[in-house]
């Protein structure tokens, strides 16, 4: 048996990245497990714990990045994590077994506070110095000498290029060998004192606490609700009170003491270790002269947006020209091979093909988008747009900390709502989740697209079409404002946590941060082409295709016969010209047949029967069909009306694109029988409904767990109508005028 | 000269920490993000519509609203 490795049966190393917002942790986390999680320069990208695993030499290990902290006396959920986690306290995970402490090099003294608590908590240690390469350029470090004095090893990395990893690997092994934790604060006598007192009250209480845990009872500002600790709250806050009281009489402020003092630990232990030559001025500072400027600031944020959807717009156009192509070669070669195979066919062609193609075809939309996205987040500007935007905000009850999940909610509500958790003041972060939903998502960029493109280019040519584009994305935040500001008068007023948003250095995006978020995005849009999409797809082509009662064709040709005579016509050249498949009467006829089985068909009856609730907002039952199905995922909308129109043979063989065939289509049923059915006013209320209503359930979901089911069903409800309201007065007003 | 409010400095202007409100929650954030009493801080400037205001200390940017600055008294440093 001694010639087994003995180490094969060990547990795997559990590691954990901790360190302040922006050091670089999930750069670091992506370089050593290779997985693309996301990245941004700036504070709060990653609010839950991500784990993954990788490899040293031998053995296998669990790594899991934080989010980022200042301090373990956390103050928003986020921050909770870091602390429930590396206490142990969360289900499902141990203790680490090693922590590695990302730090900013450019920082190195403030970041060293939080190493310093962690330090508290007597885990094996290894520093991990990020932006080395930028803080080497200034600023001579004695490493040996700060190693010696900290007691852990430490690393300088620079994780994007994957330098220093190698040499982190081992040091971590090192670390975890030899036990090496950080040299710890040695506590003024007055507050030890208080902390052994508070700690032997606990005991008798029954619970032990960690050194770590009493600092974190004393000194946050809350006091924290350790779950495993079973000591009834209000009791344990007197004692806890009792304690803080004598920290006060020591001559400390409880919540400050512990930053005083780390920094008077720290402060000498750094003496000799950091030597810059010349000071930094920092990038930023210049560029944000611009910026941020007074008027200049908000000039170039407009200019920013519109740009972004003046692309988004212009720039596809070539890709989707060539996916439709592929999307009408594909229905061609099946429509011949399936030939003889009349229903599956329809199923092929009509149904999976024209569903699935006419979401597919705005990939280079959604990839266009992201790229912009991501390059707003890497280049820092995130920061800068909270910072111009905080007053307008603050006036609707939101902070600036709302900004970022706000703006994130462009891309998707569902990490929008997320990352609310970075806001420490709850009312605050209701509000935020309630109004991001919002936001216009990616999802809704296909229906946007789909209608610009349809009718308001080719009247109105591109300009105009990007900025309707720009327009109907402004039409949520303007929305939300007033939104904000009714939950704000509901929901009854807490203390409200104060504002602090670091400015980070701005930096030239990383090609493969953006490259890689972009590919996550296309990758997510492609799964779901083959699964949500694809199911509706086929439900709906079901729907539409049955029943086929047997002598339909039959009652349609008579009918057709008999006006044709009606009007003047001779029966036998009626019945002599459908003998030509390709005479005019042949290909009336099959239109005809084709729209009566599909205006018999189950879903039409449906539609019919509830399109009267939408009929102010002037859709018919295929539109309001097409907006029922939308409301699991809103993107299925574009899928379900290229069935719709497809079935209904109003893509014919010249012109496979939805888009003509939203320009031909007429309404079939009512007073307004034979006039077009996308006029522009239609085209608004369309757009209107999606950008107000809640058509997501993942959205929901989140929301739900986020907080709480009565809010998601507000969420929905208010939306909802807010949608119907807003189509109906988008319809109404704009026939006036067209 | 008595210390004054953070936030009536110059844009520009540098100062000294003097104190910090310990009670007021933004202080303790401040304090834990590296923002003590004694060290350096340079006033940038506002937001363009006049708040939050944007600080540096030893290199590092932030802001904080008008009256969350106000929690700290500062000295400004002539001359510098
Ligand atoms: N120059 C340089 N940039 C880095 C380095 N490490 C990370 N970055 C950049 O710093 C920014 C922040 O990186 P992240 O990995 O998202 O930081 P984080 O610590 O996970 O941040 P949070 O999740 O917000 O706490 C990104 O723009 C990175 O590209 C480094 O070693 N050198
Ligand atoms: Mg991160």
Not at chain 1, 290 to 295: E, G, N, Q, W, Y
Not at chain 1, 559 to 571: D, F, L, P, V
Request: net charge neutral.
């Amino acid at each position: 048996m001694e010639d087994v490795d003995s180490r094969a049966f060990e547990k795997p190393l559990q590691l954990a990245l901790a360190g302040n917002p922006n050091s670089g942790k999930t750069t670091l986390f992506n370089a050593l497990t290779g997985l693309r999680q996301r990245i941004g320069n700036y504070p709060g990208v990653t609010v839950t714990t991500t784990t993954g695993s990788m490899f040293f030499d031998q053995k296998s290990a669990y790594i899991t990045d934080l989010p980022g902290t200042y301090s373990l006396a956390a103050s928003s959920l986020d921050e909770k994590v870091v602390h429930d986690y590396i206490n142990g306290n969360l289900p499902h995970v141990s203790k680490p077994d090693v922590l590695v402490c990302v730090i900013d090099a450019t920082h190195l003294s403030k970041n060293l506070f939080l190493a310093s608590q962690l330090a508290e908590h007597h885990i094996p240690m290894v520093i991990a110095l990020s932006f080395w390469d930028s803080a080497s350029k200034h600023t001579h470090f004695e490493l040996g000498l700060l190693t010696q004095r900290l007691g852990v090893p430490i690393v300088p990395i620079n994780a994007a290029k994957g330098e220093g990893i190698a040499e982190l690997k081992s040091a971590i092994l090192d670390a975890h060998a030899n036990s090496k934790t950080m040299t710890r604060i040695l506590w003024d006598a007055k507050i030890q004192e208080v902390m052994d007192a508070f700690k032997k009250e606990v005991e008798q209480k029954g619970e032990r606490l960690s050194d770590a845990e009493v600092q974190r009872y004393l000194f946050d500002s809350y006091v924290p609700s350790l779950h495993r600790v079973k000591i009834d709250p209000v009791e344990l806050k007197k004692i806890v009170d009792f304690h803080r009281a004598k920290i006060r009489q020591g001559g400390f402020h409880p919540h400050t003491a512990e930053a005083v003092l780390h920094s008077h630990h720290l402060n000498p232990l750094l003496i000799g270790v950091v030597s810059s030559g010349k000071t930094r001025t920092r990038r930023a500072e210049s560029i944000d002269k611009i910026l941020t400027h007074r008027f200049w600031g908000f000039a170039a944020f407009v200019l920013f947006m519109y740009l972004i959807f003046q692309s988004v717009y212009s720039w596809s156009s070539p890709f989707m020209d060539g996916i439709d192509f592929v999307k009408g070669f594909l229905q061609g070669q099946a429509s011949e091979a399936l030939a003889s195979f009349p229903q599956l066919q329809s199923l092929v062609t009509d149904g999976i093909i024209e569903g699935v193609g006419a979401f597919l075809i705005f990939l280079p939309q959604i990839l266009i988008l992201f790229f912009f996205i991501s390059l707003l987040e890497e280049t820092g500007y995130m920061a800068r747009a909270a910072f111009l935007m905080d007053r307008l905000f603050s006036w609707s009850g939101l902070n600036g900390k709302s900004f970022v999940p706000l703006l994130s909610s462009f891309a998707c509500a569902v990490p929008g709502i997320l990352s609310t958790r970075t806001i420490e003041d709850q009312k605050s972060r209701i509000i935020t989740i309630m109004i991001a939903p919002l936001m216009s998502c990616s999802a809704r960029l296909p229906v946007y697209v789909l209608l610009i493109g349809a009718l308001i280019e080719p009247r109105y040519g591109s300009f105009v079409a990007g900025l309707t584009l720009f327009a109907i994305h402004l039409l949520g935040v303007i929305v939300a404002l007033p939104v904000a500001l009714i939950l704000r008068f509901f929901l009854k007023s807490k203390q409200s946590k104060p504002f602090l948003i670091e400015m980070p250095e701005y930096q030239i995006p990383n090609i493969r941060n953006v490259s890689s978020r972009m590919w996550n995005e296309a990758k997510e849009f492609i799964v779901r082409a083959g699964t949500i999409i694809f199911a509706i797809t086929i439900l709906v082509w079901a729907a539409l295709y049955y029943p086929r009662p047997a002598d339909l064709e039959e009652k349609v040709k008579q009918e057709m016969h008999a006006s044709y005579i009606e009007e003047g016509g001779n029966g036998g050249e009626f019945f002599q010209a459908l003998e030509d498949e390709e005479s005019d009467i042949s290909a009336a006829l099959g239109q005809k047949i084709d729209s009566a089985y599909i205006n018999q068909s189950y879903l039409s009856r449906f539609g019919k029967a509830v399109q009267p609730v939408f009929d102010l907002a002037g859709f018919d039952w295929r539109i309001t069909v097409g907006i029922l199905a939308s409301f699991p995922a809103r993107e299925v909308i574009v899928s379900t009306l290229g069935v719709i129109f497809s079935l209904g043979g109003e893509v014919d063989e010249g012109s496979h694109s939805l888009r003509e065939a939203i320009n031909h289509s007429v309404w079939t049923q009512g007073s307004k029988m034979g006039q077009p059915l996308f006029t522009i006013p239609v085209a608004f209320s369309i757009m209107v409904f999606f950008a107000l209503c809640q058509q997501c359930g993942s959205t929901l979901a989140v929301i739900r767990s986020e907080i709480s089911t009565k809010w998601a069903v507000w969420s929905f409800v208010y939306m909802t109508l807010l949608a119907w309201v807003g189509s109906v007065a988008t319809y109404q007003f704009l026939n006036l005028f067209f | 000269m008595k210390p004054q409010c953070l936030s009536k400095l110059q844009k520009g202007e540098i100062a000294r920490i003097v104190t910090m409100d310990q009670d007021a929650p933004v202080c303790q954030r401040l304090m834990n993000f590296g923002v003590l009493p004694d060290k350096q801080i340079r006033y940038i400037k506002p937001a363009p519509m006049g708040d939050p205001l944007e600080f540096e200390v030893e290199g590092r940017a932030f802001s904080v609203r008008k009256t969350d600055a106000c929690r700290i008294k500062v000295l400004p440093i002539n001359g510098l």
